[in-house]
């Protein structure tokens, strides 16, 4: 089984709707991330979390929030989804102290029309 | 601002050439490390390199490190077809702690 597991993988909706994505690991892992890829940009950085209810802004926090209630899940959520927002979405994870590498999940596609 | 701009954007090799990116930076790092990403899946960390090292192997990759230059470099030794897939740079802040991705090169190597 996957370490990191994105929910869903795909999702297609409509200007204005509310999207949450879902994260969940593993690895027991206390660092959790959410970035944004769009082509020819790379990664970008939306939210971190360093621990349960710990929550911080990345590079381009707004028009997200995120949830950590629990250790192994952090959710994303896009209040009122706009088609600049389509994109694909990786969850990330890190444990403190232990050799800086990031894991991440298979990603989310998603496509706002 | 991102940084860690890979380049080239794209490079494409033969199966069995070397293949040579390289990844600039602008503030103080703790360290860099590369992650690979095969298409539309999640990147895959291949190897971290600090800011007291100046070189580090890793099977057919070899990495390293110019602090003076701000730059670091990545060299896949007789590339496979299967080591088609983007390349991204993430640099650890020294200030913050931050890990900031640059934009990638994409690899393409020929059969």
């Known amino acids: 089984d996957a370490d990191v597991t994105q929910t869903p993988r795909n999702r297609i909706t409509k200007t204005g709707k509310r999207i949450m994505l879902e994260c969940s690991q593993t690895k027991g892992h206390d660092r959790m991330y959410w970035y944004r890829q769009d082509p020819g940009l790379g990664l970008r950085l939306i939210y971190y979390s360093f621990d349960v209810k710990d929550i911080n802004k990345g590079e381009i926090s707004d028009g997200y929030s995120v949830s950590r209630q629990a250790q192994a899940k952090f959710s994303l959520s896009l209040e009122s989804a706009i088609p600049n927002q389509t994109a694909l979405y990786f969850c990330a994870t890190e444990k403190t102290g232990d050799a800086d590498t990031q894991y991440f999940g298979p990603g989310t596609r998603l496509t706002v029309l | 601002s991102q940084q860690g701009e890979e380049d080239p954007q794209a490079l494409s090799i033969q199966e069995g050439e070397n293949a040579t990116m390289n990844c600039s930076y602008k503030?103080?790092?703790?360290?860099l490390q590369w992650y690979r990403q095969n298409s539309g899946r999640g990147l895959v960390h291949l190897i971290l390199i600090r800011s007291n090292e100046r070189e580090k192997h890793s099977g057919r990759l070899r990495v390293t490190l110019d602090t003076s230059k701000k730059s670091s470099s990545l060299l896949i030794t007789a590339s496979r077809a299967a080591d088609t897939a983007s390349y991204f740079c993430a640099k650890r802040s020294r200030s913050n702690y931050k890990l900031t991705f640059g934009k990638g090169t994409l690899l393409t190597v020929n059969p």
């Open positions: 503030t103080s790092i703790n360290n």
